[in-house]
């Protein structure tokens, strides 16, 4: 049974920083690629990044240039660092194991398994 568990989320001021940890257990972590969503209160959840199998890497737009994804196969573990947190960043951040590839990396539907999610919370 795949399992994902996220941790390292927090409360943190504007223009501070966190680091995301997602670890996987049940499967050949190697072979897939991982993402990283985000639900806000009455929003739906949306991309945040994704890491292929070969480590190629995608970011939403609002994210680019403060966020990097990275992964650790040897410990299955998929990282999110985030720089410059804003208060819009504030949400519940999931990750996801991404199974189907007639998908994007940022659609839902390219991903089977997903964990609980952390909370961030970025205080203006």
């Known amino acids: 049974q795949v399992q994902l568990v996220e941790s390292g989320g927090g409360l943190v001021h504007a223009g501070g920083s966190l680091r995301l940890f997602c670890t996987a257990s049940g499967r050949t972590f190697s072979s897939d690629g991982m993402g990283w969503f985000r639900q806000a209160p009455g929003n739906e959840r949306e991309f945040v990044a994704a890491i292929s199998r070969s480590s190629s890497t995608f970011y939403s737009n609002s994210v680019k240039g403060r966020f990097t994804i990275f992964r650790d196969n040897a410990k299955n573990t998929v990282y999110l660092q985030m720089n410059s947190l804003k208060p819009e960043d504030t949400a519940v951040y999931y990750c996801?194991?991404?199974?189907?590839?007639?998908?994007?990396?940022?659609?839902?539907?390219?991903?089977?398994?997903w964990g609980q999610g952390t909370q961030v919370t970025v205080s203006s």
């Open positions: 996801a194991v991404f199974t189907d590839y007639s998908f994007s990396y940022s659609n839902t539907k390219g991903y089977a398994y």
